[in-house]
């Protein structure tokens, strides 16, 4: 259930509760694809992080170790040891991202298998059927993600596949939370809503799914080489015709000013790979910008990576440690970075929220996003 507690122009700050616990809205999901974040950070280090949803991936952990496997052992929030929200995609961006491997029909996708070519087969059945063995809080409905651009009709037609598609989630997700071997009765469904960079699609789509009952409702698509601004002018061409009453979700996104970006065009919920990934490679976010450890001029730098941060690396380590452990390969690196980054990123929202309950949200986002994409 999500409960709206204060709105700022388009931006909104919520709850919402799931049976795995409260999700402080505006909110960004920390990315486990396979049950654990990239770069050696477990389910108890995201504690310390301030992170409130851990996002899996269905299409990975379907392959590794087998959805089979994980319900057998209790589901996801057992096996990972996270017992706050999970959200599990649903493989419909492997649909996109793996175009070289998969054949799209009515019935759902076939793949061959990145690890050793087998072939898989995936449609929205077999997706609930994969989620609801993780026991996921949320499960994401199963929809292609198209790529931008592509030709107006072919994302018509796959946006009103998506829909059918949609429709099938829900009936075999009502289906397994009624069966007594489900481990989550309670799980929660989310439709995706595509249409490309075409607005009158996007906004037939949004109406569509709206008439739906669903638990929450996602923005997908984006993301995937449009330009921002292509992306900005689509979420406010969407967001009008979105259920007030339920959480917004902007699949994919991305960086901090991103985020901004969104929040102020009302959008509730966030994930993406860039701060782990980004910090793998010595990339860190900052309260003053973007900073590159591998960079020569921290190699004496006895400040913390940034000197108003209070996260774990931040309290005990320097600049020039974790500049020599990069040019060293250590892998204590990519963790200490890594745990800096999802830090950043989740007291970024804590700001945010904070800024909506005392009604400055429009200062704080005029004055960040000046800041926070800045390269130093």
Known sequence: ???????????????????????????????????????????????????????????????????????????????????????????????????????????????????????????????????????????????????????????????????????????????????????????????????GTYKDIRIDNMKEIAQVNLDGYAIGGLAVGEPAEVMYEIIETVEPFMPADKPRYLMGVGTPVNILEGVYRGIDLFDCVMPSRNARHGHIFTSEGVINMNNTKYKLDERPLDSKCDCPTCRRHSRAYLHHLFKSGEMLAMRLAVMHNLYFYNTLMEKIRAALTEGRYEEFYREQREILGKRI
């Open 1 to 195: 259930m999500y409960k709206l507690i204060k709105q700022e122009g388009r931006a909104r700050l919520g709850d919402f509760q799931t049976v795995h616990g409260t999700v402080h809205m505006p909110a960004f999901m920390n990315v486990a694809t396979t049950g654990a974040i990239r770069g050696a950070v477990s389910a108890y280090d995201l504690k310390e992080l301030h992170c409130q949803v851990q996002l899996c991936n269905t299409y990975h952990l379907h392959l590794r170790p087998g959805d089979n496997n994980v319900h057998a052992l209790g589901g996801l929030h057992k096996f990972t040891g996270w017992d706050a929200p999970i959200l599990t995609d649903s493989g419909g961006f492997q649909v996109f991202s793996l175009s070289q491997l998969r054949k799209i029909t009515e019935e759902g996708v076939n793949f061959r298998s990145h690890i050793d070519g087998h072939r898989i087969f995936m449609g929205p059945e077999e997706s609930m059927r994969i989620q609801s063995n993780l026991a996921s809080t949320i499960a994401m409905a199963f929809d292609e993600c198209i790529e931008n651009p592509s030709p107006r009709e072919y994302v018509r037609q796959s946006t009103a596949r998506t829909v059918r598609w949609l429709i099938r989630c829900k009936a075999e997700l009502d289906r397994l939370n009624s069966l007594d071997t489900t481990i989550n009765k309670n799980q929660m469904l989310f439709g995706i809503n595509q249409g």
